[in-house]
């Protein structure tokens, strides 16, 4: 078992769309939590990050974590033709130096004009 | 602020050659990572550095991956001989030790090709 699963898609949604994003994980340990996202033949860029249960909001998007249930969201509202990206997951332990991140594989998605 | 520098962009080698990426991380980013991504998955780490001295490289096959950060600033990673298997992006990362609730700052990856 993957220590973090997350949905590949693709995912093709109409603009204005609301989009849900979701991964899953299995290690108790995760308490950071982060969505990076990830335009074609580029790196990886920090969307959004959070530590504790419950919902973050910066603009159109909502990240939200329940670690009762090991799973996490990333919310996109009015979505637009450039939100079209892969969004990968990002998780890891709180321990002081430890900085490995570990990722879900990426859900690719597309708004349509 | 610079971000990540990677070089080369692109490669192309036959399986059994050798390859070297290079990345040089933001300025005063004393921790670097190097992770691959092999298409339609997600990063997966290979090295970590904190300064010039490994953190962890667990996963990195040993018996054909090595890499170094001399000076404890810019950093290289080299495959010899290569596999059909290290076809994949090759992404340099780094960050600050004040930085960790915030990721890190990713470079836009090397693509390798190995033929």
């Known amino acids: 078992q993957k220590e973090v699963e997350q949905d590949p898609g693709p995912l093709s949604v109409p603009e204005g769309a609301i989009v849900s994003l979701n991964c899953t994980y299995s290690?108790?340990?995760?308490?950071?939590f982060m969505w990076y996202r990830q335009y074609s033949r580029k790196g990886p860029e920090l969307l959004m990050y959070?530590?504790?249960?419950g919902n973050k909001e910066d603009g159109r998007f909502t990240a939200q974590v329940d670690k009762s249930s090991k799973y996490i969201s990333l919310f996109i509202r009015d979505s637009q033709p450039s939100d079209s990206a892969t969004y990968l997951c990002?998780?890891?332990?709180?321990?002081?130096?430890?900085?490995?991140?570990?990722f879900g594989q990426g859900t690719r998605l597309t708004i349509n004009p | 602020e610079a971000g990540v520098a990677q070089s080369p962009r692109y490669k192309i080698i036959e399986k059994r050659q050798s390859v070297a990426f290079w990345c040089n991380p933001i300025?005063?980013?004393?921790?670097l990572y190097w992770y691959q991504q092999i298409l339609g998955q997600g990063p997966k780490l290979l090295i970590q550095?904190?300064?010039?001295?490994?953190?962890?490289d667990s996963q990195l096959p040993k018996d054909r991956f090595s890499a170094e950060r001399l000076k404890g600033v810019d950093s290289t990673l080299k495959i010899q001989p290569a596999k059909l298997e290290d076809s994949a992006v090759y992404l340099c990362?780094?960050?600050?030790?004040?930085?960790?609730?915030?990721?890190?700052?990713f470079g836009s990856g090397t693509r390798l090709t190995v033929v």
């Open positions: 990362a780094s960050t600050s030790p004040g930085g960790t609730n915030y990721g890190y700052t």
């Open positions: 290690n108790s340990a995760f308490q950071y």
């Open positions: 959070t530590y504790s249960s």
């Open positions: 990002a998780m890891r332990p709180i321990i002081q130096g430890a900085q490995k991140l570990v």
């Open positions: 300025s005063g980013h004393a921790t």
């Open positions: 550095f904190q300064n010039n001295g490994v953190v962890d």
